[in-house]
Protein backbone atom coordinates (compact mmCIF):
# COMPACT_ATOMS: atom_id res chain seq x y z
CA UNK A 1 0.00 0.00 0.00
CA UNK A 2 0.98 3.57 -0.69
CA UNK A 3 2.16 6.10 2.13
CA UNK A 4 0.50 9.56 1.23
CA UNK A 5 3.95 11.14 0.53
CA UNK A 6 4.12 8.20 -2.83
CA UNK A 7 0.91 9.19 -3.59
CA UNK A 8 1.71 12.85 -3.81
CA UNK A 9 4.89 11.72 -6.09
CA UNK A 10 3.33 9.53 -7.89
CA UNK A 11 0.70 12.64 -8.70
CA UNK A 12 3.50 14.83 -8.92
CA UNK A 13 5.44 12.45 -11.48
CA UNK A 14 2.16 12.23 -13.31
CA UNK A 15 1.50 16.41 -13.66
CA UNK A 16 5.31 16.42 -14.75
CA UNK A 17 5.00 13.65 -17.63
CA UNK A 18 2.26 15.37 -18.88
CA UNK A 19 3.75 18.61 -18.80
CA UNK A 20 0.86 20.66 -16.95
CA UNK A 21 1.48 24.04 -17.71
CA UNK A 22 -1.01 24.89 -15.55
CA UNK A 23 -0.58 25.39 -11.90
CA UNK A 24 -4.22 24.76 -10.88
CA UNK A 25 -4.53 21.59 -13.20
CA UNK A 26 -1.57 20.48 -11.66
CA UNK A 27 -3.21 21.05 -8.43
CA UNK A 28 -6.22 19.34 -9.05
CA UNK A 29 -4.48 16.31 -10.53
CA UNK A 30 -2.66 16.00 -6.88
CA UNK A 31 -5.98 16.54 -5.12
CA UNK A 32 -7.37 13.87 -7.12
CA UNK A 33 -4.58 10.78 -5.96
CA UNK A 34 -5.13 12.41 -2.54
CA UNK A 35 -9.33 11.56 -3.42
CA UNK A 36 -8.50 8.44 -4.79
CA UNK A 37 -6.14 6.91 -2.27
CA UNK A 38 -9.11 8.52 0.33
CA UNK A 39 -11.86 6.40 -1.71
CA UNK A 40 -13.63 9.76 -2.56
CA UNK A 41 -13.66 10.09 -6.34
CA UNK A 42 -16.79 11.48 -6.20
CA UNK A 43 -16.30 14.79 -4.17
CA UNK A 44 -15.02 16.64 -7.42
CA UNK A 45 -17.39 19.61 -7.34
CA UNK A 46 -15.70 20.86 -3.38
CA UNK A 47 -14.95 24.37 -2.86
CA UNK A 48 -11.48 25.12 -2.51
CA UNK A 49 -11.88 25.23 1.51
CA UNK A 50 -13.76 22.03 1.39
CA UNK A 51 -10.66 20.31 -0.65
CA UNK A 52 -7.70 21.79 1.37
CA UNK A 53 -9.37 20.62 4.45
CA UNK A 54 -9.86 16.84 3.31
CA UNK A 55 -6.26 16.96 1.83
CA UNK A 56 -5.40 17.70 5.14
CA UNK A 57 -7.02 15.55 6.85
CA UNK A 58 -6.41 12.66 4.54
CA UNK A 59 -2.02 13.40 5.26
CA UNK A 60 -3.05 13.19 8.87
CA UNK A 61 -4.64 10.11 8.98
CA UNK A 62 -1.75 7.98 8.72
CA UNK A 63 0.38 7.55 11.70
CA UNK A 64 3.80 6.19 12.96
CA UNK A 65 4.73 3.98 15.41
CA UNK A 66 8.38 5.04 14.46
CA UNK A 67 9.39 8.12 16.27
CA UNK A 68 13.21 9.87 15.85
CA UNK A 69 14.72 8.93 18.65
CA UNK A 70 17.12 11.62 20.02
CA UNK A 71 18.53 13.40 23.45
CA UNK A 72 19.97 16.24 24.12
CA UNK A 73 21.68 15.43 27.27
CA UNK A 74 25.36 15.89 26.82
CA UNK A 75 27.61 12.81 28.13
CA UNK A 76 24.77 10.02 27.91
CA UNK A 77 22.53 11.29 25.52
CA UNK A 78 24.04 8.04 22.89
CA UNK A 79 23.32 5.76 25.89
CA UNK A 80 19.75 7.04 25.74
CA UNK A 81 18.96 6.87 22.90
CA UNK A 82 20.65 3.24 22.27
CA UNK A 83 18.44 2.26 24.99
CA UNK A 84 15.21 3.86 23.52
CA UNK A 85 15.93 1.69 20.38
CA UNK A 86 16.88 -1.51 21.53
CA UNK A 87 13.51 -0.77 23.71
CA UNK A 88 11.24 -0.22 20.64
CA UNK A 89 12.58 -3.17 18.77
CA UNK A 90 11.77 -5.52 21.91
CA UNK A 91 8.45 -3.87 21.69
CA UNK A 92 7.90 -3.79 17.47
CA UNK A 93 5.64 -6.78 18.08
CA UNK A 94 3.31 -5.34 20.40
CA UNK A 95 3.07 -1.81 19.05
CA UNK A 96 3.08 -2.25 14.74
CA UNK A 97 -0.18 -4.04 14.89
CA UNK A 98 -1.93 -1.49 17.46
CA UNK A 99 -0.22 1.32 14.57
CA UNK A 100 -1.81 -1.05 11.66
CA UNK A 101 -5.47 -0.99 13.59
CA UNK A 102 -5.41 2.77 14.46
CA UNK A 103 -4.05 3.24 10.45
CA UNK A 104 -6.96 1.13 9.16
CA UNK A 105 -9.76 2.83 11.97
CA UNK A 106 -8.56 6.03 10.33
CA UNK A 107 -8.86 5.42 6.78
CA UNK A 108 -12.36 4.49 7.23
CA UNK A 109 -13.10 7.35 9.06
CA UNK A 110 -11.26 9.38 6.58
CA UNK A 111 -13.46 8.11 3.69
CA UNK A 112 -16.76 7.96 5.98
CA UNK A 113 -16.06 12.03 6.46
CA UNK A 114 -15.67 11.93 2.40
CA UNK A 115 -19.04 10.07 1.42
CA UNK A 116 -21.03 12.07 4.05
CA UNK A 117 -19.21 15.54 2.47
CA UNK A 118 -20.39 14.34 -0.46
CA UNK A 119 -23.35 13.50 -0.06
CA UNK A 120 -24.35 16.57 1.87
CA UNK A 121 -23.34 18.48 -1.54
CA UNK A 122 -25.66 16.42 -3.88
CA UNK A 123 -28.66 16.96 -1.16
CA UNK A 124 -27.98 20.47 -1.00
CA UNK A 125 -27.95 20.46 -4.60
CA UNK A 126 -31.33 19.01 -4.57
CA UNK A 127 -32.55 21.33 -2.31
CA UNK A 128 -31.15 23.86 -4.33
CA UNK A 129 -32.92 22.35 -7.94
CA UNK A 130 -36.49 21.66 -5.64
CA UNK A 131 -36.16 25.41 -4.59
CA UNK A 132 -36.06 26.87 -8.17
CA UNK A 133 -38.71 24.47 -9.36
CA UNK A 134 -40.89 25.84 -6.83
CA UNK A 135 -40.61 29.30 -7.56
CA UNK A 136 -40.84 28.61 -11.19
CA UNK A 137 -44.12 27.02 -9.97
CA UNK A 138 -45.14 30.09 -7.73
CA UNK A 139 -44.61 32.35 -10.89
Known amino acids: MRTQSQWLEHAQR ?8 DVAAALEAIRAAVRRRA ?3 GAVDAPADDVALTVALAERARISGHVVLSSDVP ?4 LIVLTQRVIRILLRWYINPIV ?8 LVVRAIFDLEAR ?3 L ?5 GAASDSDAVAE
Open 14 to 21: MAAERELE
Open 39 to 41: GME
Open 75 to 78: VVGP
Open 100 to 107: DQQNNFND
Open 120 to 122: QRR
Open 124 to 128: ERMLR
